[in-house]
Nanobody, 125 residues
Framework: VQLQASGGGTVQAGGSMRLSCAASGRTLRGYAVAWFRQAPGIDRNFVAAIHRIDGSIVYADSVKGRFTISRDNAKNTVYLQMNSLRPDDTAVYYC???????????????????WGQGTLVTVSS
């Protein structure tokens, strides 16, 4: 599976942005898909994930109520809608997919096998 993340850019605090993760090579239907982010000097951290089978969703506490992950199987794409953006949301955002992710490890980087190249989101104050 090849993943292409897009949609990043610069937005003012309080604004919104939607990231896309488009897959090629295989359908995403059989994969859990997650978004992680990495700010300079900080480890890559979990943001949100959607399960491959039951569609269950997990969010990091820092984005709950502001971010929404969704998938469009017809377009083979997963989205991350980000609202009420804050300067501390600034990071490179990566999407990742894994065929064997289970509910208990959806937030773990090690559970994901395929990674996109990342898209930079900058939130200005």
């Amino acid at each position: 599976v090849q993943l292409q993340a897009s949609g990043g850019g610069t937005v003012q605090a309080g604004g919104s942005m939607r990231l896309s993760c488009a897959a090629s090579g295989r359908t995403l239907r059989g994969y859990a898909v997650a978004w992680f982010r990495q700010a300079p000097g900080i480890d890559r951290n979990f943001v949100a994930a959607i399960h491959r089978i039951d569609g269950s969703i997990v969010y990091a506490d820092s984005v709950k109520g502001r971010f929404t992950i969704s998938r469009d199987n017809a377009k083979n794409t997963v989205y991350l809608q980000m609202n009420s953006l804050r300067p501390d949301d600034t990071a490179v955002y990566y999407c990742a997919a894994g065929p064997s992710v289970i509910s208990s490890n959806m937030a773990s980087r090690d559970a994901y096998y395929y990674w996109g190249q990342g898209t930079l989101v900058t939130v200005s104050s």
